[in-house]
């Protein structure tokens, strides 16, 4: 494949920092057994591998902007670049010594994402796209899978969790879609189950409330691969808003309906709770 020079900065900033997180989880798994635990190490083992792709980006575009998920917003000159970084997609997997996790750099030029690199250094697997050019794991192509049938579809998803997210419609989801299809996976790594769709492993993935760091990169590698990406009930995908479905036309198309019928479950089964507590 012909890589842009762009796309060649993000994948050895990927590279770079996948290499330090690997590092880090060889220590990780010694901290396991220890009465304190891996977790303050877990998150200077974020911060190292967010600093190894902030120097090597800004390093070769200075003027351009970052959106980081420990650093936050940091403004470039450049007005219409931006690059959206998580160094470590899957955290807790990391702090657990699971191995499944990931860096995410995309490029934001003009609010649209142009080019997405997710690293799974463990697996040594590099998923990268640039818009027109088709989606890539280790420079072989990959599509989203041609699987039609909701019966026949594996599904990603990720749960929330203790203070996180809207527990009650997670429940109605789930219900929903693990009664309809092959089965559902909560692999820790947006971006990776992303990454998974793109490359045909998951037939469809949703999830509410993610941060633009974990979509921004998949997002478009799931486009390039020939996949529908939107919001939960098919509206125009935003990655600056967190919520999204994906998969190839008619799974996407399946995955929306049975959503919405969760939702509509959940809304029916609030309004009976209502009219039955009236009634008392
Ligand atoms: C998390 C992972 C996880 C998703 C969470 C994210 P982090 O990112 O992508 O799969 O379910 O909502 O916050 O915290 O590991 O970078
Ligand atoms: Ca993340
Ligand atoms: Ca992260």
Request: aromatic share 8%.
């Amino acid at each position: 494949m012909a890589r842009s020079a762009l796309l060649n900065v993000m994948i050895q900033a990927a590279m770079k920092a996948g290499r330090s997180l690997v590092r880090d989880f060889g220590e990780v798994q010694n901290l396991q057994v220890s009465l304190k635990g891996p977790a303050d190490f877990v998150s200077n083992a974020d911060r190292r591998a967010e600093e190894v792709v902030f120097k090597e980006l800004s390093r070769v575009r200075p003027d351009w902007g970052f959106l980081m998920e420990e650093r936050g917003a940091v403004e470039g000159r450049d007005p219409q670049h931006r690059w959206i970084v998580d160094p470590l997609d899957g955290t807790t997997n990391f702090l657990h010594g699971i191995p499944n996790f990931a860096v995410s750099i995309a490029l934001e030029r003009d609010g649209q994402i142009v080019a997405g690199v997710i690293f799974n250094p463990i697996q040594d697997e590099l998923y990268v796209a640039e818009r027109g050019g088709g989606a890539f794991v280790n420079d072989r192509r990959i599509r989203v899978a041609a699987r039609q049938r909701l019966p026949e579809a594996l599904f990603g998803t990720g749960a929330p969790f203790l203070g996180h997210g809207d527990h009650t419609a997670y429940l109605y989801e789930i219900r929903q879609i693990m009664a309809e299809s092959a089965g559902i996976r909560r692999i820790g790594a947006a971006s990776l189950d992303l990454a998974y769709v793109a490359a045909g492993r998951f037939d469809g993935f949703w999830e509410r409330s993610l941060k633009p760091w974990d979509v921004a990169a998949g997002s478009i590698l799931v486009r390039e691969a020939g996949g529908f990406v939107t919001g939960l009930a098919g509206e125009k995908f935003d990655h600056l808003k967190g919520d999204i479905a994906c998969g190839n036309e008619a799974i996407h198309k399946a995955l929306v309906g049975q959503l919405k019928t969760a939702t509509d479950k959940r809304a029916r089964a609030a309004r009976g709770a209502a009219d039955s507590a009236a009634a008392q």
